[in-house]
T-cell receptor, first 114, second 117 residues
C-alpha cells in the first residue's frame, strides 16, 4: 500500500540553525501539506501546496518557513533560523486530485531545537 | 472561525467495553468531518469521514454520525480491543468557499485511548 514517508524521524538542532524536513508524498498525489503538533497541543495546519505554489498558509507559516518541491518526488519544509518554539512534531500529508480532502499522513519528524 | 473540540483524555477501558469520544465543531455551512487515529510511532490515519449532515461514517467497527443540529460527530465503538489503543483526533475541513481552498484540516486536541485486556 502506498504511503507517505518522512525523513529524518528525529532532528536535533541548535537555535538559529536552518533545518530541512523531507517528505515523499504518495506518487500520484497532487496536493501536499505540512502540519505540526507542539507537545500536548493540537495538530496545526502550516501550509498547502499545489501546482508548484503555495495554495494556503496559516499565520504560523511566517517568513522563516518555506516549502519546495525540488523534483518529482520530494516535498520539503525549510525553517531558516530555528527558534525554541519550533520544537514540535511535523507531519507531511498528501491527497489526490479526486479526493483533496482525504489526506494521507506521514509518520512525522520530531524536531528538537536546543 | 473553524474549530473542533473533543473530550479530554486519557480514556481507559477494559476490552469489550463501549467507547464514546465526544467531538463538537464550529464552522460556517457544512464542513466535512473526520476521525483520524494515530498508533504509537506512526502517522495519522484516516479512520472514517462524513461529508454531509446525517451521514454516518464507519470503519473497523467504529462509527460516527454527522449531526448538524448539535454540531457533533461523536466516535463510538461497541466493543473495543487492546489493538484500538491509540490517539484519536476529530477534524474538519470547511466547505469550499468557507475560507479554505485545498481541504485544510482543523484538528481537535486528540484523545488518548488505552484498552486493557
Amino acid at each position: 500500500e502506498p504511503e507517505v514517508t518522512q525523513t529524518p524521524s528525529h532532528q536535533v538542532t541548535q537555535m538559529g540553525q536552518e533545518v530541512i524536513l523531507r517528505c515523499v508524498p504518495i506518487s500520484n498525489h497532487l496536493y501536499f501539506y505540512w502540519y505540526r503538533q507542539i507537545l500536548g497541543q493540537k495538530v496545526e495546519f502550516l501550509v498547502s501546496f499545489y501546482n508548484n505554489e503555495i495554495s494556503e498558509k496559516s499565520e504560523i507559516f511566517d517568513d522563516q518557513f518555506s516549502v519546495e518541491r525540488p523534483d518529482g518526488s520530494n516535498f520539503t519544509l525549510k525553517i531558516r533560523s530555528t527558534k525554541l518554539e519550533d520544537s514540535a512534531m511535523y507531519f507531511c500529508a498528501s491527497s489526490s486530485l479526486g479526493s483533496y480532502n482525504e489526506q494521507f499522513f506521514g509518520p512525522g519528524t520530531r524536531l528538537t531545537v536546543l | 472561525g473553524n474549530s473542533v473540540t473533543q473530550m479530554e483524555g486519557p480514556v481507559t477501558l477494559s476490552e469489550e467495553a463501549f467507547l464514546t469520544i465526544n467531538c463538537t465543531y464550529t464552522a460556517t455551512g457544512y464542513p466535512s468531518l473526520f476521525w483520524y487515529v494515530q498508533y504509537p510511532g506512526e502517522g495519522l490515519q484516516l479512520l472514517l469521514k462524513a461529508t454531509k449532515a446525517d451521514d454516518k461514517g464507519s470503519n473497523k467497527g467504529f462509527e460516527a454520525t454527522y449531526r448538524k443540529e448539535t454540531t457533533s460527530f461523536h466516535l463510538e465503538k461497541g466493543s473495543v480491543q487492546v489493538s484500538d489503543s491509540a490517539v484519536y483526533f476529530c477534524a474538519l475541513t470547511p466547505p469550499r468557499g468557507g475560507g479554505s481552498t485545498l481541504g485544510r484540516l482543523y484538528f481537535g486536541r486528540g484523545t488518548q485511548l488505552t484498552v486493557w485486556p
